[in-house]
């Protein structure tokens, strides 16, 4: 047996579906659409969120990178600015130390050379000393008795007085 289609068969059914269709229309195809543009807003928003989000860490990236260059360049500018005090220090304190070694030099140049002068003198002293000792002993060989013997030793005490 096919199936030849009825015309009351057809009928109820094309009744029954078009009331079907409007029901679905009236009551549940609004709220479908409804949520549907809704559901399609809440996607465009989290897109955009997304992207406003993406935006957002591609600025505080550059914004990092930013900052580390900063901070690299500021790094090199104390690194350097360190290492030209630390020049400077080590300059001046061979300054410093050469100053020092010059005038230590001189302070012991002028006390060697007093030292030398101290010892001639005391060289001199004893030599003088030695000498008028011998002509002492001279004298009294010589001038043991008399009166012209006596003004010659006088003579002679004054000139030593005078040198």
């Known amino acids: 047996m096919i199936l030849v289609p009825q015309l009351g068969l057809f009928f109820w059914s094309s009744v029954i579906f078009l009331i079907f269709f409007f029901i679905l229309r009236k009551f549940a195809w609004k709220p479908i659409i409804a949520m549907l543009k809704e559901r399609e807003e809440s996607i465009s928003q989290s ?4 992207e406003k989000a993406r935006e957002e860490m591609a600025k505080l ?6 900052l580390l260059n900063e901070a690299r360049h500021e790094r090199e500018k104390m690194l350097k600015e360190a290492a030209q005090a630390r020049d400077e220090m080590i300059t001046k304190a061979r300054t410093e130390a050469a100053t020092a070694a010059a005038k230590e ?3 012991a140049k002028v006390q060697i050379e007093s030292e030398k002068m101290a010892a001639l003198i005391t060289v001199k002293n004893e030599a003088g000393m030695i000498a008028l000792e011998i002509a002492e002993k001279v004298l009294r060989r010589e001038l043991a008795a008399g009166a012209e013997k006596e003004v010659l030793a006088k003579k002679l005490v004054a000139e030593l007085n005078n040198n």
């Open 47 to 50: 897109l955009q969120q997304a």
């Open 105 to 107: 030099m001189e302070k």
């Open 61 to 66: 990236q550059a914004d990092n990178e930013k």
